[in-house]
């Protein structure tokens, strides 16, 4: 496909306006807290949907864009994934998992069960596309994939938090069981699954997640 150039549309926003921004941006994302109990409620389809599109607007190597969203609403579906992944967390927590990472996790208070892939109105699967395949079957290389479906992701949770909703990422090893149940291709991982909703009135966060880095220590300035 040729170069075509398009001109950027492009708002600059005066330098007063831009650190306000900026503040509200961190003021409104640094209350983001990974939630494990939801409430059973719905919750409007196109809150989503934007969410998805917020995502796809990512950067991506090549602009391949290697990146499926699956949400999950069905009831059935959201009960094989939750014995499918406690399944595998089981293994995890039994003997799978080394004793310092099992240290590592005593501070929040994770355990094997998973009700709120169950409760929770919302999953998303978020799947990995290593490469695609044209209309004649041929393979499409994608590049810098990680990287790619790491930053949609990221903006998906961003654009959820903003939206007012709460949401865990949940990611058992391995994950093979989603391109199963999901129905996915094999040309398809699964990067991690997205549970999200609104939070019980008596929901609980550990005090260990609002321990985050300092400036000092999670950057560096030259």
């Keep these: ?22 503040e509200e941006f961190y003021n409104m ?23 998805i599109l917020a995502a796809g607007s990512a950067p991506s190597g090549a602009n391949l864009q290697p990146w499926h969203f699956v949400i999950i609403k069905d009831k059935n579906i959201k009960k094989e994934i939750k014995k499918a992944a406690e399944k595998e967390e089981f293994n995890f927590y039994s003997y799978k998992a080394p004793k310092e990472w099992l240290e590592a996790l005593k501070p929040l208070g994770t355990n094997n069960k998973k009700d709120f892939l169950v409760n929770a109105p919302f999953l998303i699967a978020i799947f990995e596309q290593k490469f695609t395949e ?23 949770i961003a654009s959820l938090h903003y939206s007012g909703l709460s949401m865990l990422t949940h990611t058992p090893s391995p994950m093979k069981f989603l391109n199963k149940i999901l129905k996915r ?8 699954l997205l549970v999200v909703g609104l939070p019980t009135k008596n929901c609980n966060v550990p ?3 609002f321990q985050k880095k300092t400036m000092d220590k999670i950057s560096s300035w030259f």
């Design 185 to 192: 291709p094999y040309n398809e991982k699964p990067f991690v």
């Design 134 to 156: 044209d209309i004649n079957n041929l393979k499409i290389k994608n590049y810098y994939v990680k990287e790619s479906v790491g930053i949609a992701t990221g903006m998906l």
């Design 207 to 209: 005090n260990f997640a």
């Design 1 to 22: 496909m040729k170069y075509q150039p398009l001109k950027l549309n492009f708002k600059e926003f005066p330098k007063k306006e831009i650190k306000k921004r900026s």
């Design 29 to 51: 994302i640094k209350t983001r807290r990974s939630v494990r109990n939801f409430k059973v409620s719905k919750i409007d389809d196109e809150i989503i949907k934007n969410a």
